[in-house]
């Protein structure tokens, strides 16, 4: 045998490594139980931003959409960890407090620890409420997950579909939360309820549609990212400081991607016959959607 064969067969077991490597080691999809367990590991091993991997994208614009949220969500843990690096005693009280709401009733006290408690008539109430609801996403996004994946079970509907259950019980009444099994590389994945009739009016699959979401998801990327900045430079100075930073720079970005929004709304309605809202107009000095950072 030359000595080019056996440097051809190392050159074959090379590119094959490489491509086994270009999954993510131990993430597995192999059933609904076990695509659950992934996603919870993805959060556990820093990785967020994979989760987005576990949904099944119908197209090529939904998986680009789809692709910036993962960038959002990795940016979102990214922005916890800073957090908890510069503010560790608040972060732990706010974790404290949403694991004893979660002891409690589970996703529903989490809910309510992620919301402030009950809600209260008193001016400025509900400002409080948003602020700490805030502050709690940015601190722990993946809170619930973390804490309450042990009680996620799938229940089999049809050979390829399962049903995403809380404690043997819908996770949202009404919606249907699922996982299929995709036939072309026999991985089961999170379905979106994109489908459902009472989406029907308000959200749209179509190219444009897709594209002004990704805008919508692009303007929150870059919130995340220039808070963490803000916070990487010293200039949020308390946790409960956080909510205030971010919705100065909402103010500013925000509302040219909810225009977009609004107008591809109004105009999708209008094409399907149904009652049209009537879109904000957008001021003539408008810079358009925010590129991604």
């Excluded at 009444?173 to 072309?184: A, R, T």
């Excluded at 990704?214 to 956080?242: F, M």
């Amino acid at each position: 045998m030359t000595v080019r064969a056996p440097l051809h067969y190392l050159f074959c077991l090379l590119v094959l490594t490489l491509a086994s490597c270009s999954r993510e080691p131990g993430y597995s999809q192999s059933s609904p139980d076990a695509t659950i367990a992934t996603a919870k590991q993805m959060v556990r091993d820093g990785k967020a931003g994979l989760l987005v991997k576990l949904i099944r994208s119908d197209d090529d614009n939904m998986a680009r959409c789809l692709n910036r949220l993962g960038h959002t969500l990795a940016n979102m843990q990214t922005l916890a960890g800073e957090l908890n690096r510069a503010f560790p005693g608040d972060v732990r009280k706010l974790r404290d407090e949403a694991q004893s709401q979660s002891s409690k009733s589970g996703l529903a006290g989490i809910s309510r620890a992620f919301t402030g408690g009950r809600a209260n008539r008193r001016e400025g109430a509900q400002n409080d409420a948003m602020n700490s609801t805030l502050t709690r996403l940015f601190a722990s996004p993946f809170e619930a997950l973390e804490e309450e994946a042990a009680n996620l079970t799938a229940l089999q509907l049809d050979n390829q579909t399962y049903s995403l259950l809380y404690k043997g019980g819908p996770i949202v009444p009404g919606v249907p939360l699922l996982l299929k099994l995709d036939p072309k590389d026999n991985r089961w994945y999170f379905v979106l309820p994109t489908d459902l009739p009472i989406l029907s009016g308000y959200f749209f699959k179509t190219p444009e549609a897709w594209r002004v979401y990704t805008g919508l998801v692009a303007t929150l990327d870059n919130i995340v990212k220039d808070l963490t900045q803000d916070v990487r430079d010293g200039k949020v100075k308390s946790l409960n400081d956080t909510a205030r930073v971010a919705g100065e720079k909402a103010f500013t970005s925000l509302p040219f991607a909810i225009i977009a929004l609004d107008r591809l709304t109004a105009a999708e309605r209008k094409s399907r016959g149904l009652n049209a809202t009537t879109p904000s107009p957008i001021p003539s000095s408008s810079p358009g959607l925010p590129p991604p950072k």
